[in-house]
């Protein structure tokens, strides 16, 4: 069981970088693309983050199930899980805005890329204090 704790947890730490990195990318995308009118490095990596770490929050996600059945779907493990299925959502949200940004359509205001870039930061607290503490 140790190896599955080991292989979510770097799956997590994969995906996570995903969720932090693609919404903060996509600010810096939509400046390249204002100045250049174009597709260039920014895009570029904000896409391929996206993309690499969406298999690995599917392994997260399939990791944490199994993790689930092993402490015997505890209170707490419910609550952790509801709360990465909405940070599923963001994930997928995310992949709308990037989606949009490839065909050069940014209708967002880095305010509210800001704002939604925080948003995962927030969740992703609580699901730590959950997974630490145990509180239930």
Known sequence: MDWIKVIHLL??????????????????????YATTGQFGPAGDLTFRVYRFSLGLGVLAVATGVILAFHWN????????????????????????????????????SEFYLRVFNEVSVLGTLVVLYLVVFKPF
């Open 11 to 32: 799956c997590v730490m994969g995906w996570m970088a995903g969720i932090f990195v693609a919404p903060r990318g996509l600010i810096y995308w939509k400046r390249e």
């Open 73 to 108: 779907w505890q209170g707490w493990v419910w609550a952790k899980l509801a709360l990465v299925a909405l940070l599923a959502v963001h994930y997928g949200w995310t992949g709308r805005l990037v989606a949009r940004a490839k065909q050069g359509r940014f209708e967002e």
